[in-house]
């Protein structure tokens, strides 16, 4: 599948973000900022990491919906 549509590269973003964040969750590390505080910053989200993760969950499927992406 080709990417091509801007929605669609978004979407692809998003959901690379949120699996950075779950391995953030299980305790995995990495150099430079947090795929949490990065999360938070763009997008506008607050609360802890587990919310954070809640509300992106909801994002990327009412994104999907939209597109009309199963």
């Known amino acids: 599948m080709i990417i091509d549509n801007p929605n669609h590269i978004e979407l ?3 959901m690379v973000q949120r ?15 947090s ?5 938070k910053e763009q997008y506008g989200l607050k609360g802890n990491i587990a ?5 992106l969950t909801v994002m990327i499927e009412e994104a999907k919906q939209i597109e009309g992406i199963i």
Do not use: P
């Open 12 to 14: 692809y973003r998003m």
């Open 35 to 39: 795929a949490y505080s990065l999360i």
């Open 51 to 55: 919310k954070v993760y809640a509300q």
């Open 19 to 33: 699996q950075a964040l779950k391995l953030q969750m299980k305790g995995i590390r990495t150099r430079g900022r």
